[in-house]
């Protein structure tokens, strides 16, 4: 299997404008995080789907920002509209149902956003 | 509710001396204890995780941790550390059976030659 897989890797945009990354987890997990990190706070919990379905948001900073899993193998977050203190390196991981007890999380290799 | 400490933003060795990495948690529930490392430019990898059983834990390249709940810590150790050790070592708590995981702000290893 190729990974979780995140595009674009690194993203340049100027404020005020829509973002969206991208991630596809890996094929039969079926619950998919993102996480943002920054230096200032670290690793935070943005948003998780079970089965496609968001279990839980509150994590995410404010309605500027949005994610969807349309189906088992993409989800998009999206800022809209983008701000300096949006940039950080946004990841994304997937694991499968049992990963409490013996999986593990997947990481991509995030995406770098820069909002200037 | 779950938290992590990581004592150290930073930690210099020499090649072939000990690394250790300290961590505390704090949590309502026993918890699920895990180390990730993550390399530069790419995502995190588990390192090792304690969820129940053996207290001492481990886990790929060397490492091991042992969770010790007197003192709510879960410390990170290698014997001897290598070159290519050098990264970025994250600590992580969730609540049994749960799937959030609460990060740690990281401590970065570097090693000397």
């Known amino acids: 299997d190729a990974g979780v897989i995140q595009s674009p890797r690194h993203e340049v945009t100027e404020m005020g404008q829509e973002v969206t990354l991208r991630c596809k987890p890996i094929?039969?997990?079926?619950?998919l995080f993102w996480y943002r990190q920054t230096m200032m706070r670290g690793l935070e919990l943005l948003i998780y789907f079970n089965n496609n379905v968001p279990i839980d948001d509150s994590g995410m900073p404010e309605d500027r920002f949005s994610a969807k899993m349309p189906n088992a193998s993409f989800s998009t977050l999206k800022i809209q509209p983008s701000e300096p203190r949006d940039s950080a390196v946004y990841f994304c991981?997937?694991?499968?149902?049992?990963?409490?007890?013996?999986?593990?999380?997947?990481f991509g290799s995030g995406t770098q956003l820069s909002v200037l | 509710a779950q938290s992590v400490t990581q004592l150290g933003s930073h930690v210099s060795v020499s090649e072939g001396a000990l690394v250790l990495l300290r961590c505390n948690y704090s949590s309502s529930v026993p918890p699920y204890l895990f180390w990730y490392v993550q390399y530069p430019n790419q995502g995190l990898q588990l390192l090792l995780k304690?969820?129940?059983?053996?207290?001492l834990v481990k886990g790929i390249n060397g490492f091991e941790a042992e969770f010790k709940k007197s003192e709510t810590s879960f410390h990170l150790t290698k014997p001897s550390a290598h070159m290519s050790d050098a990264a970025e070592y994250f600590c992580a708590v969730s609540p049994p059976n749960d799937y959030k995981l609460s990060f740690g702000a990281g401590t970065t290893v570097t090693v000397r030659a």
């Open positions: 991981a997937s694991s499968s149902r049992t990963f409490a007890t013996n999986e593990k999380l997947f």
């Open positions: 304690y969820t129940t059983g053996a207290t």
């Open positions: 094929s039969g997990h079926d619950y």
